[in-house]
């Protein structure tokens, strides 16, 4: 596996034209959330919600905000969950907004192939 980075902007869903800078991220499979510097999400209106508890990698506990924004990257866009990260955390693009994107990583390009999202039953079938 390589590591890879990419831009990802996050605009707020209340008023879409309050958008980050672009900001580096690491494209991070084993992160289920994207973690973006809570003083650039503030900045543009994008308020916390809740907090949650992440385990991390050295599995130390740590809690932070979370909030909603509209993310993009590399052309892609969707809605999601996004971490208020503190100094010190990584600014990471995590596997659901990937997932959201509609998007698979392709390690060895370093880019994102676009993907097929498989639906539970075909057009025109009924359960019974």
Do not use: C
Not at 20 to 27: K, N, Q, Y
Not at 72 to 86: K, P
């Amino acid at each position: 596996m390589s590591l890879f980075k990419v831009n990802v902007t996050a605009r707020n869903p209340k008023r879409e034209e309050l958008e980050t800078p672009p900001l580096p991220a690491l494209v991070d499979t084993g992160s289920k959330l994207t973690w973006l510097p809570a003083d650039v999400l503030k900045s543009v209106g994008i308020t916390p919600r809740r907090k949650r508890v992440f385990s991390t990698a050295t599995q130390q506990k740590v809690e932070r905000e979370v909030g909603y924004a509209i993310l993009s990257a590399e052309g892609y866009e969707t809605n999601d969950e996004v971490v208020f990260a503190e100094p010190g955390d990584m600014t990471l693009l995590g596997v659901r907004t990937l997932e959201g994107f509609g998007v698979m990583v392709d390690n060895i390009g370093h880019r994102f192939v676009a993907t097929t999202t498989i639906v539970a039953a075909a057009t025109g079938q009924r359960y019974k």
